[in-house]
């Protein structure tokens, strides 16, 4: 079982920044992917941007250029350092861990853009 607790939503001007944390405890693996998705109300869940253990990235074309994922492999953190925010990024977003067919999920932290 991993547990994953993310941290550091909130409320800010577009144009401004946030950092979203996700600090995973309990049965991590060396092999695995960690990411952020984002739900808006109304909207399904998507995919924001990964990172695996070999620290290969990827990101929604809606995020490149403003947001960044990074990871502290000995704090078991990962990161999503969000710049240039709008209001369209506005949405819940949760913390994932893959490995192979098992995946845990975060709470979810708030993000609101305001115009």
């Known amino acids: 079982q991993v547990q994953l607790v993310e941290s550091g939503g909130g409320l800010v001007q577009a144009g401004g920044s946030l950092r979203l944390s996700c600090a995973a405890s309990?049965?991590?693996?060396?092999?695995?992917?960690m990411g952020w998705f984002r739900q808006a109300p109304g909207k399904e869940r998507e995919l924001v941007a990964t990172i695996s253990w070999s620290r290969s990235t990827y990101y929604a074309d809606s995020v490149k250029g403003r947001f960044t994922i990074s990871r502290d492999t000995v704090k078991n953190t990962v990161y999503l350092q969000m710049n240039s925010l709008k209001p369209e990024d506005t949405a819940v977003y949760y913390c994932?861990?893959?490995?192979?067919?098992?995946?845990?999920w975060g709470q979810g932290t708030q993000v609101t853009v305001a115009s």
């Open positions: 309990g049965r991590t693996f060396s092999t695995y992917i």
């Open positions: 994932n861990y893959r490995r192979d067919s098992y995946e845990s």
